[in-house]
């Protein structure tokens, strides 16, 4: 029985295809976050905008995708055309952000980031179904922690280029840089081959001991398995305390100077942390075979510390040193986050609608933190900030460890 089931799964794709995903992660890497903190250097530094201002053009991008993000999953498990697609949200995301340099009206820009977010929406699960589809169960493990592999060394050369254009050019740039991205993903990801992609797996299906029209619709089985439920809650806990830290860190880094300094030092957070990220997500996706629990509260566990530790030094050198921290939980939590997901929909057909309500939450954390953080900056200051989201951090570290099963079988 096992046998039977380990040889419907393997799949041989091509070269050319497993090399193409290679660099579709890569250069998706900068493109499906949109512009981030970024985003409220330049509203900043260059716009004069206040914070309260800033946390709510920050929340669009992530509102829109909580809007749009389950219904991406369910269309991604239906559609036979994700490479098309996954085209098309690539190129929205590029003229956005073109039109926030060139109108940066208050509108635009907060329509812009609108956009970013629906077409963002659909990457996360997008990306996840063409994995699936092209290596299977079997090899999904190794094969998403080469994802994430690749997608963190496109943030550091994103983030390295980002820093230099914003210093020695303009911080204008680095939104042009991320619409070049967006071009070369999705050559990329057309690259891939569409005989390679198998689509009934890429949507979980496929086991044979799941019996057709037996199993509850989507929403009937999402809302009652307790697990997906409760890791579900942790992640919005999670990315809710989580969200709002680095734009806070850079916005604490630009008071008092100009905006290529500001760039440069956020540069170098996200270099820090991506840099980090490289290693840990391959070493994850090696080590997720013997479990996948331990491992996640690992990720979730040096969330509290980063948020405590922000608030015991003004010292840039020392600031943009712990994140290293966000290293380690973003490169932990980018690769589980997927597998723990398979393991709970496994032969059921709803990978990447499971996905899709699950980056629902994930949204729905992070837009509102970004938001709810700007309010208590705007009152309390950033020491107040970064101390309310370490207590939530620690809630959602609680959920995990009490709640959330080991979902590897």
Not at 171 to 187: D, H, K, P, Q, Y
């Amino acid at each position: 029985m096992i046998d039977t089931a380990q040889q419907a799964d393997t799949r041989q794709p091509t070269a050319t295809s497993l090399n193409a995903l290679d660099w579709a992660n890569f250069f998706l890497a900068d493109v499906r976050d949109g512009l981030g903190p970024y985003l409220a250097i330049y509203l900043l530094t260059s716009r004069h905008w206040h914070a309260q201002n800033i946390g709510l053009a920050m929340s669009v991008m992530g509102i829109a995708t909580v809007i749009a993000q389950t219904p991406a999953g369910i269309f991604v498990d239906q559609t036979q055309k994700k490479r098309l697609f996954s085209i098309v949200a690539s190129l929205l995301i590029a003229t956005a952000s073109l039109l926030t340099i060139s109108l940066p009206t208050f509108g635009v820009i907060l329509g812009g980031q609108a956009m970013m977010g629906v077409a963002a929406a659909w990457f996360t699960p997008a990306i996840a179904a063409i994995t699936l589809g092209l290596v299977g169960h079997q090899a999904l493990d190794r094969r998403v922690g080469r994802n994430e592999t690749f997608n963190h060394a496109g943030n550091v050369f994103a983030a390295v280029l980002a820093g230099l254009i914003g210093y020695y050019v303009r911080s204008e740039g680095i939104f042009v840089l991320l619409a070049v991205m967006s071009l070369l993903s999705s050559v990329a990801v057309w690259r891939i081959r569409e005989d390679d992609i198998d689509h009934e797996l890429a949507r979980g299906d496929g086991e044979s001991e799941v019996r057709k029209g037996d199993e509850p619709s989507g929403w009937r089985a999402i809302g009652s398995n307790r697990a997906i439920l409760f890791f579900a809650l942790a992640c919005v806990l999670f990315h809710f305390a989580n969200a709002a830290m680095l734009p806070l860190l850079g916005q604490r880094l630009a008071n008092g100077i100009d905006a290529g300094t500001s760039s440069a030092y956020m540069s170098a957070c996200i270099i820090v942390a991506q840099v980090v990220m490289i290693p840990v997500s391959n070493v994850t996706g090696r080590l997720a075979p013997k479990g996948r629990k331990r491992l996640l509260l690992i990720g979730f566990a040096v969330l509290p510390i980063r948020g405590l530790l922000y608030t015991l030094t003004n010292d840039p050198i020392l600031l943009v040193t712990i994140q290293i921290l966000d290293g380690v939980g973003a490169g932990i939590f980018g690769v589980l986050s997927i597998l723990i997901v398979s393991d709970l929909t496994k032969g059921s057909g709803l990978f990447n609608t499971t996905q899709g309500a699950i980056a629902t939450a994930i949204g729905l954390g992070a837009s509102l933190s970004n938001a709810f953080a700007g309010v208590i900056v705007q009152r309390s200051g950033y020491n107040t900030a970064f101390l309310t989201l370490t207590g939530i951090a620690v809630g959602a570290l609680a959920v995990l460890w009490f709640f959330v099963p080991e979902t590897k079988r």
